[in-house]
């Protein structure tokens, strides 16, 4: 079993940068891949990135190219979303997920996830 819990949300400007943590225990995620979706009120949890622990790739959404980088420290357990130059349309609930099966953009492919950590950027 693997739990998640993610940090560092907060209420920002826009142009401001967030960096937003995803720690686990239960497992070490060294060997999991992870992603970050987010969910803003009204809409569907939407894949933001993700990263490969084999070899490293990473993902993201058109969106967010550009702003987001994902990454992990397998020391510390925990992986990150480096957010910059934040927009209005980024506020959501930020929640990371661990070990998909199958596609990596579709939130039903993963088995754990965290509570979620909110992000408000004001205009």
């Known amino acids: 079993q693997v739990q998640l819990v993610e940090s560092g949300g907060g209420l920002v400007q826009a142009g401001d940068s967030l960096r937003l943590s995803c720690a686990a225990s239960?497992?070490?995620?060294?060997?999991?891949?992870m992603a970050w979706f987010r969910q803003a009120p009204g809409k569907e949890r939407e894949f933001v990135a993700g990263?490969?622990?084999?070899?490293?790739?990473?993902y993201y959404a058109d969106f967010v190219k550009g702003r987001f980088t994902i990454s992990r420290d397998n020391a510390k357990n925990t992986v990150y979303l480096q957010m910059n130059s934040l927009k209005p349309e980024d506020t959501a609930v930020y929640h990371c997920?661990?070990?998909?099966?199958?596609?990596?953009?579709?939130?039903?492919?993963?088995?754990?996830w965290g509570q979620g950590t909110q992000v408000t950027v004001s205009s």
């Open positions: 239960g497992r070490t995620l060294n060997t999991a891949d």
């Open positions: 990263n490969r622990w084999r070899g490293g790739s990473t």
């Open positions: 997920a661990a070990e998909p099966r199958g596609s990596y953009y579709a939130q039903a492919n993963y088995a754990y």
